[in-house]
Nanobody, 118 residues
Framework: QVQLVESGGGLVQAGGSLRLSCAASGNFFRINAMGWYRQAPGKQRELVARIVSGGSANYSDSIKGRFTISRDYAKNTVFLQMNSLKPEDTAVYYC????????????WGQGTQVTVSS
């Protein structure tokens, strides 16, 4: 099994910053990709940012230039630095990891609430 432990959510005023962290642990050969998704009330879960094992990253258009995803490969941890936050960024943010065992598996964190007040 693989566990994803998230931290860093909270309440912040518009224009502020937060940094999310997600640490992966458990039984796997390697992590192929890690990323962050979010789900606002009444909306579908959407990709925020994702980084693959080679280091390339892709971002949702809605957060480009404001959010940065990064990884600490030694600690199997992914970070999401969120700057210039807007009220529309309010959502539950979920960590996602695609790991390699005998085959590829996908795992989700429990979610962390990010609330941006206007």
């Amino acid at each position: 099994q693989v566990q994803l432990v998230e931290s860093g959510g909270g309440l912040v005023q518009a224009g502020g910053s937060l940094r999310l962290s997600c640490a992966a642990s458990g039984n796997f050969f390697r992590i192929n990709a890690m990323g962050w998704y979010r789900q606002a009330p009444g909306k579908q879960r959407e990709l925020v940012a994702r980084i693959v094992s080679g280091g390339s990253a892709n971002y949702s258009d809605s957060i480009k230039g404001r959010f940065t995803i990064s990884r600490d490969y030694a600690k199997n941890t992914v970070f999401l630095q969120m700057n210039s936050l807007k009220p529309e960024d309010t959502a539950v943010y979920y960590c996602n990891a695609v790991v390699q065992r005998t085959r590829q598996y996908e795992y989700w964190g429990q979610g962390t609430q990010v609330t941006v007040s206007s």
